[in-house]
Antibody
Framework: EVQLVESGGGLVQPGGSLRLSCAAS????????MSWVRQAPGKGLEWVSA????????YYADSVKGRFTISRDNSKNTLYLQMNSLRAEDTAVYYC???????????????WGQGTLVTVSS | SYELTQPLSVSVALGQTARITCGGN??????VHWYQQKPGQAPVLVIY???NRPSGIPERFSGSNSGNTATLTISRAQAGDEADYYC?????????FGGGTKLTVL
């Protein structure tokens, strides 16, 4: 069974940094692109970033470009999101999600983790 | 940047058919995926590549995509189908989600 478990969320001050992790199991991690999607309280889904299976290709939403960095450690089956210069508008539940097939980014997200809450506030 | 437009809410009587639309410029040329999200839960895939159902998703869920509109259709709506539904595409190296539609089953 595929499992994705996020961790690392919490309360951080504006301008601060946080690193999220997503531990994956139940599939050959290095063979699949992965993504982060967030959801602000009471709002819709917003795609944040994606990374290829090898880690060689990365993509970002304009809203986080230059502040967030996606990475992965295929030896540890773990996806990361390094978040710097955090703003109040970054407050959200952050989900990691597996792409359905390899590195084809036009494909769908399945499954999703349960999410980790990041709160940016002073 | 590419935009997807969904109605904020759709209501359907128990046992009737609900249709949730997702509008975008020439969306018919793209692969559209649909997710269901219930309160406090992570999203779940219900339709992929316009009209395909993952295993475990009831046949009552179907999808279509043509021109500037993709549609998620839920037949014989049940109380358990009440949820938020999101469409999603990939465009210009970014994933794009619609704003979401809250489905209410009356």
């Amino acid at each position: 069974e595929v499992q994705l478990v996020e961790s690392g969320g919490g309360l951080v001050q504006p301008g601060g940094s946080l690193r999220l992790s997503c531990a994956a199991s139940g599939f050959t991690f290095s063979s699949y692109a992965m993504s982060w999607v967030r959801q602000a309280p009471g709002k819709g889904l917003e795609w944040v970033s994606a990374i290829s299976g090898s880690g060689g290709s990365t993509y970002y939403a304009d809203s986080v470009k230059g502040r967030f960095t996606i990475s992965r450690d295929n030896s540890k089956n773990t996806l990361y999101l390094q978040m710097n210069s955090l703003r109040a508008e970054d407050t959200a539940v952050y989900y990691c999600a597996k792409y359905s097939s390899g590195d084809y980014f036009e494909d769908w997200f399945d499954p999703w983790g349960q999410g980790t809450l990041v709160t940016v506030s002073s | 940047s590419y935009e997807l437009t969904q109605p904020l809410s759709v209501s359907v009587a128990l046992g009737q058919t609900a249709r949730i639309t997702c509008g975008g410029n020439n969306i018919g040329s793209k692969n559209v995926h649909w997710y269901q999200q219930k309160p406090g839960q992570a999203p779940v895939l219900v339709i992929y590549r316009d009209s395909n159902r993952p295993s475990g998703i009831p046949e009552r869920f179907s999808g279509s995509n043509s021109g500037n509109t993709a549609t998620l259709t839920i037949s014989r709506a049940q109380a358990g189908d009440e949820a938020d539904y999101y469409c999603q595409v990939w465009d210009s190296s970014t994933a794009v989600f619609g704003g979401g539609t809250k489905l209410t089953v009356l």
